[in-house]
């Protein structure tokens, strides 16, 4: 009888403990979502003190799209995005209040790209006659190309400085699958197309070390010519002190990389009397001048241009750092429709990826540009499915050390019927027409399979590179001979065509202007798209996968890139076939 009775009880108290737990999680998450929301409204309140020095530290990833509220306040995912620097440093140019800029480097890595254009913010706010400075405690190549720039570099005698040139690499994993039984089999189209090399080979191709040593020679040409720009050092003198790997000490001082030993009160006071100040140094955070409403650049006119941003890998359908064309496009419909907005800027920050993504975007941009101009500014890579969505815009401008062009395509598979035998697994296979197993991972492409897929290949390339040769006005045979899958860096592509100018974000702004017949003495208002999410917004759109990549990305940035760049090509072979993508990795850190 007993058991009877607790056996009707269980559902209901199965039922309460179940609401009691959902009851819980909602409080929590409200609570949460509350002291978030508060948290950033208190955020929001800055006042910016008069003699202030603006810091620029430079402890965080630099990303193209808006902070993720969500993770930022909950994960303590710390980013800053691009355009917000870049408007802020052009902000503070003008801003009475800012009387100095004091940089402070670190050892987080900074695309050179992205590097390059703040720099050029720096050089272009020192016309202003306000002081910067720069201190270090370490810091490596890109962190110390940007504190170039500044009046005076300083850095105590304990300091570390990791100026050591350029390196390119790229894992192959040949040896490794063979070991646990899986068999690629991939297939591209281009000599220089090494996405899949990295699966199919244990080394580097011939062709792959001539594009990356042509891409190495420019990088490292910009990266001293920059560090070299304001007569610190001569070129070959910097060659010198790069080829030591590493320099500390006395050495610091004695090669003048830097002015003089300091420590942080030091330069506090070197900043309060460059900025006239008797009282204590008013420092005000890059991201907390950011949130001031007199240091948004805002422009009493109507004319506007719209700068979208497509930042990430290009796949057909998902949530996070990816670029999906339905998110996209939309975005560039907001712009079109908007009546202030006379030209479209896109900035691409993307290796490419889905071939069926990239060409939906692709009509998409053919589409806008009817109406209004579009002009593409590159960040810090274009490549493939990224050089795709930009070729048929007006115009595309890229930084020297933008990596770009990679015209061409990969497809194919990973065949695990070997691992599953050595693990025991049975297979029971039936099927109904030829080639339902086309894509099967349990065999390999059969001859007549191997004939479609290669077919397939080949049209998607064709595609690829006539749409390029009507997009930059080439001929087909022009755009082939500099296809073929090769990685361009952008002041290369300016000379064999793939680009049109070289610079940043305002260079492009420029280009859009005189596109939509907008005088260069006429000053517009920039309209950013996406715009900030709320943390609710975030919250709500976050899947589990994407939860887990934020927390991954938090406690290990390193161990999260060295996941994604690898697992990025499986996933997305997974889904598409035929690929636009270029993984290549190259370190100015």
């Known amino acids: 009888m007993d058991n009877g009775f607790s056996e009707k009880r269980k559902p209901r108290k199965l039922g309460l403990i179940i609401f009691l737990v959902v009851l819980v999680l909602l409080i ?40 993720d509220p969500f993770a930022t306040q909950f994960f303590g995912a710390k980013v800053c995005q691009f355009a917000e620097m870049h408007d802020a440093i052009k902000k503070a140019k003008d801003d009475e209040r800012i009387k100095s800029i004091l940089i402070i480097p670190t050892m987080t890595p900074i695309s050179f790209a992205k590097a390059q254009e703040l720099k050029k913010d720096i050089e272009d706010f020192k016309k202003s006659k306000k002081p910067v400075y720069a201190y270090f405690e370490s810091t490596g190549n890109s962190g110390y190309y940007l504190a170039s720039s500044a009046d005076k570099i300083y850095a105590p005698p304990t300091a570390m400085l990791f100026l050591s040139g350029l390196y390119a690499e790229m894992p192959f994993l040949k040896e490794t699958l063979e070991k646990i039984k899986i068999e690629p089999q991939l297939y591209h189209i281009g000599d220089y197309k090494s ?8 080394d580097m191709s011939d062709a792959q070390k001539e594009a990356m040593d042509a891409i190495l020679d420019s990088l490292y040409r910009n990266l001293v010519g920059g560090i070299c720009q304001n007569g610190r050092f001569t070129e070959e003198e910097l060659k010198q002190i790069i080829d030591k790997g590493m320099q500390s000490g006395d050495y610091l001082k004695s090669s003048k990389l830097i002015d003089d030993f300091a420590y942080p009160d030091d330069v506090e006071q070197f900043l309060k009397k460059a900025n006239g100040s008797k009282d204590d140094l008013n420092k005000i955070e890059i991201a907390s001048y950011i949130k001031d ?25 998902g949530k996070g750092d990816t670029i999906v064309p339905e998110r996209l496009n939309k975005l560039l ?92 697994v049975g297979w029971g296979i ?41 997009g930059r006005n080439m ?11 090769r990685i361009w860096s952008g002041e290369d592509a300016l000379k064999i065509g793939l680009v049109d100018r070289l610079g940043g974000l305002d260079e492009a702004i420029e280009f859009a202007k005189e596109k939509a017949k907008i005088p260069a003495t006429e000053k517009v208002n920039v309209k950013y798209f996406p715009r900030q999410k709320t943390i609710f917004e975030s919250f709500m759109e976050m899947s589990g996968e994407e939860i ?42």
């Open 28 to 67: 929590l998450g409200g609570t949460m979502l509350i002291v978030g929301i508060s948290s950033l409204a208190k955020g929001g309140q800055v006042k910016v003190k008069t003699n202030s020095t603006l810091v620029i530290k430079l402890d965080k990833p630099i990303q193209e799209m808006p902070a």
């Open 195 to 202: 996405a899949s090399d990295m699966f199919m080979r244990k």
């Open 293 to 317: 409403k007199r240091a948004i650049l805002d422009v009493k006119t109507k004319n506007s241009i719209a700068v979208v941003i497509a930042s990430g890998e290009i796949v057909d359908s």
């Open 333 to 424: 419909d907001k712009a079109e429709k908007d009546k202030d907005v006379k030209a479209i800027v896109l900035r691409v920050d993307s290796p490419g990826g889905s071939g069926l993504a990239s060409d939906i975007i692709w009509d998409k941009v053919n589409k806008v540009r009817k109406t209004k101009p579009v002009v593409v500014s590159m960040s810090s890579v274009a490549g493939s499915g990224g050089y795709y969505i930009s070729m048929g815009s007006d115009g595309i401008v890229a930084e020297p050390v933008t990596i770009t062009g990679s015209i061409g395509v990969i497809t194919g598979k990973f065949v695990i019927k070997g691992i599953t035998d050595w693990a025991g």
């Open 430 to 470: 039936m099927k109904r027409g030829e080639n339902a197993d086309l894509f099967s991972e349990l065999q390999k492409f059969s001859p007549e399979q191997e004939k479609i897929i290669v077919g397939h290949m080949e049209s998607f390339y064709k595609d690829f590179v006539t749409k390029a040769a009507q």
């Open 475 to 485: 001929t087909y045979d022009e755009v082939h001979k500099i296809a073929q899958g």
């Open 548 to 589: 887990a990549s934020v927390v991954l990305k938090t406690i290990s940035p390193k161990l999260y890139e060295a996941y994604a760049k690898e697992a990025t090509l499986i996933k997305m072979l997974e889904k598409e076939p035929i690929l636009y993508y270029v993984p290549e990795e190259i370190h100015c850190n």
